[in-house]
């Protein structure tokens, strides 16, 4: 008789594609499958979490088919009941009929094969049925074929017995796909994405049915559409027609729900109708104290997790998001077990009181730890329309949650609010409404939201008022004064929050007293009046100490951190700062945290600690992204600009800053935009991009005088003058630094002032005004030696020693330089002790000690070679080749001007090329050579007039008249020779012009 043909591979089912996200898993399988004679896999799990998938990719591995060939059975044994169900569906796949004595035949025949991997989908049927112990049996049975490798996929988390499984092999079910692997799976499957793709797949928690069944969808709808539809629909959206195991989600979930081991347990599906309202999860051993009418948790536990329709995690039992959308639907949880966990949760959120007081880290662990859990119970609650017995706790138990989600910034409860805020308008239930409006009005405050902020503080404060409840009625007041501010409305602000004040004062509320008092006095720094800020700042924090007001002491330290930090006292602002992070750090206030972190990274950034600042910042901005604050991340990226600024990584500072700008332009934030824009404007310069630049300050400026912020416009005025001062505009840059010294000496900003001061002299120096320039660094030293900010202390070291070494000062120039260097190197700014070397190195050749003068530049061409400073190097071959020069050594001096020239033309110093061509005629002037010097000083004359360099031009016109005169050209020499000393007249260079 002809025997039934073996099973080909065209039915065997396909690769997945795509297929994501376990192929590690499927290599370790395919290895043993290849390198054993014979193993078992299980593969278990949940219903859609890809155990067939998994299975399917294994034997469509093309090393797997050229093992087994033809001898690949797989046999589906969905609906199969027995022993014999699954012999009888075994037997054909081997070439055999069906009879009586299959069984004994279709054992004989698999152990003759050479190699046979046999695959049983879905055995959870069988197993899970009367005939449990025959189907171990057969197990067993075929376990022990020599040749025999079986992988058997089942729908829970316990493999059958009988069966020797291996302990190298993944034997826990499949846990659910990462969000990278989910992700990758819906841009194969649905080709789309936006900025919500991943809080959609956050709600899919990872089930790859449920990923694939949305991504149907999704090629035609935006995930940020699709979870609008989402919340109304839930599962309903995972299905495909026609509807069966794989291609629905709720048949899915419903095959395990009505399984065997579920039915025998009465108590399990009650567990897990209340286990899906806890997203978070919960520990087993909390299950009996909280739900003690069922007295036996966990029995109904353990059946759970068998059919895997909870798993746990991190000693949590869990159920994955879909399950529990159906399991909800269609199975909601009811009677004493569910008011037993509504008024467990509800007595939990109660705990937002401990957060200012004793035990504020265990209130702080244990409401992170359930947050979601508490948001859920809650919400389900309020949906559910509670009795009026019921309502004061559970309108207690929401506000207390919303504080919770406002003090720390943890999660998201607008949801739950605005559920409550209906039904209680619903029962005209004013207060009710009113708190809940706060409420969301304090969340949108943190996130940035000011416009969607201001009506809902409105509408709280007549409700407040409608249900004569004076204290919210100032809390109202007192967050409009926040709103003025924020707008940088900042005298409206101290006029509004003096108004909540007194509010507060009549009703002896301490707390609102202070906390305005404190809010007054930041705004004081603001508009730069400290004194006045001081007091209302120790006020504040003495009435918060008298109450214990943890938070409110935490604030109140960091404001006047924040002034120290704007006064430039660093040391007590790090500690001051610092004593604020660990407050913020002990109850839980994670924006407060992440503000200090911020302002503790300024302190960094001034004191040249960069890393530890980006450090600093990129935490803070981790911090504010996961409580959904957009002004902090753009302040943050703001900050990283800054500090990439300060540490010469100019690209990476023009990116953050771009970054930023745009962020402060989405949420209509003007104070950042300027700010940014200020910022910009400072890179820019130093980068070359002048237009860029004016551009940028010219908008800083403007929006400095529209929102009437002196600080910074006297900031942007200062930088204006610094880009003339690089456009060579000496005049108009002296007016614009003299005008911002005189707003920063209006507004008290001592530094500021300084630092203008120290710019001037700059201008000066550039003018050969060393006289004047020197006094001015001198003046602008001792403005600064009063405040911590070393770096700018010591350019100005730097910077007399320059006009010292301009007035021939030599000796003194070069002690200065020698002290900026050791200051520089105590900073670990190695570029500018490298200039430090080179400035020695020019002061030790003015002295004649010439080769002295040549070490010192050639140890500092090698730190500028070190750290890449192509325009460093080139200034020190110019400087050895001016001593080289005076050594008379003069190809070798001509030598050294041509290596710094073409360095020079590499970074576009364009005054640094003409000086070394100039000074190549210098030395060919002095080998008498003077018509190749004056091809040079024409060379030179041509550059230095094409870039508008005109002293440098007045220069190179001068030697071409000293070698015109040397050949005798008369004619031509004088009036060029004329044209150089109008020229030194115009430019203010004396000594020249004579």
Known sequence: MIGQPKLPFLDLPPKPLPFCGREALVESIVFRLLHDRSCRIPLLGPGGIGKTAVAAAIINDQRIQEKYGTDILFVKCEGLLSAEGILLAITPA???????????????????????????????????????????????????????????????????????????????????????????????????????LDELLHMLDGLPLAITLMAYHGQLTSPAELIEVYEEKKTALFARDPQQRLTSVEVSVQLSI???????????????????????????????????????????????????????????????????????????????????????????????????????????????????????????????????EELQQLSSATQDFGEFAYLSGFGDCVRLLQTAKTHAQSVDDRLTAAHCTQRLAEIYHVRGKINEMVPLLEEAKTGFEAADYALGAAQCLMRMGDVHRARTRYDDAIVTLQQAKSAFDRIDDVLGSARCAERIGDTLVLLSRYEEAEIYLKEAKT?????????????????????????????????????????????????????????????????????????????????????????????????????????????????????????????????????????????????????????????????????????????????????????????????????????????????GAAQCLRDIGAVLQMQDRFDEALTAFEEARIGLSAFQEPLGLLECLKSIGIALYSLGRYDEAKARFEEAKEGFKAIHAPLEVAYCHLNVGSALYMTGRNEEARTTVQEARKLFEDHGDKEGEAQCFQHDGDVLQMLHRYDEAIDQFHQGQVLFQRVDGTVGVVQCIRRTGDVLAAMNRSEDALRKYEKASGIAQSFKEPLESAKCTQGTGDMLYLLRCFDEAFPKLEEAGTSFRINKNQPEAA
């Not at 007590?572 to 109850?587: C, H, N, Q, R, V």
């Not at 023009?654 to 934030?669: G, N, V």
Request: glycine share 6%; proline share 5%; hydrophobic share 40%.
């Open 543 to 751: 009435r918060l100490e008298s109450i214990n007001d943890r938070l409110g002491i935490a604030q109140c330290t960091q404001s006047i951190g924040s002034m120290l930090l704007i006064r430039y006292q660093l040391v007590p602002a790090l500690k001051t700062l610092g004593d604020a992070k660990a407050m913020f750090e002990s109850i839980g206030h994670r924006m407060g945290v992440a503000q200090c972190m911020e302002s503790i990274a300024d302190v960094f950034i001034m004191r040249c600690n960069y890393a530890e600042a980006v450090e600093l910042l990129e935490k803070a901005q981790a911090i504010f992204c996961g409580i959904a604050d957009p002004l902090g991340q753009a302040q943050c990226m703001q900050g990283l600009g800054e500090a990439f600024m300060k540490n010469d990584r100019c690209e990476e500072a023009l990116s953050k800053f771009e970054i930023a700008k745009s962020m402060f332009t989405a949420i209509d934030h003007p104070l950042g935009i300027a700010r940014t824009s200020l910022d910009l404007g400072d890179l820019l310069r130093l980068m070359g991009d002048y237009e860029g630049a004016a551009d940028n300050l010219k908008c800083a400026t403007q929006i400095y005088e529209e929102i009437s912020d002196p600080v910074g416009h006297a900031q942007s005025i200062h930088s204006l003058g610094q880009l003339l001062y690089m456009l060579s505009r000496y005049d108009e840059a002296v007016e614009k630094l003299q005008i911002a010294r005189s707003e920063y000496k209006a507004i008290q900003d001592g530094l």
């Open 258 to 388: 009505t399984c065997r081991t579920m039915r025998s347990e009465p108590n399990a599906l009650k567990l897990l109708s209340l286990l899906c309202l806890l997203p978070d999860g919960i520990p087993a051993v909390e299950l009996s104290k909280i739900l003690q009418s069922m007295h036996d948790t966990r029995r109904p536990a353990r059946t759970l997790l068998a059919v895997a329709l909870i798993h746990n995690e991190n000693n949590r039992l869990r159920t994955l998001s879909p399950i529990r959308d159906f399991v909800l639907s269609n199975y909601p949880p009811e009677g004493s077990p569910l008011t037993e966990l509504r008024n467990y949760f509800m007595d939990m959120a109660s705990q937002t009181k401990n957060l200012v007081g004793r035990g504020s880290q265990e209130a702080l662990e244990l409401l992170s730890t359930n947050f979601g859990n508490i948001r859920s119970v809650l919400s389900d609650f309020w949906t559910m329309k509670p009795p009026k």
């Open 94 to 196: 081997v070439g055999l009929p069906r009879n009586t004595d299959s069984a004994r035949r279709t054992l004989a025949t698999l152990s003759n094969k050479l190699h046979v991997l046999l695959l049983l989908e879905n055995l959870e049927n069988a197993w899970d049925s009367e005939d449990k112990l025959n189907v171990e049996e057969l197990l067993a049975k075929l376990a022990q074929v020599p040749s025999l490798s079986l992988i058997v996929t089942m729908r829970g988390a316990i493999r059958p017995s009988g069966v020797d499984w291996p302990g190298d092999i993944p034997l826990s079910p499949l846990d659910p796909l990462s969000l990278v692997a989910s992700r990758a799976l819906w841009k194969r499957l649905a080709g789309t994405e936006d900025e919500k």
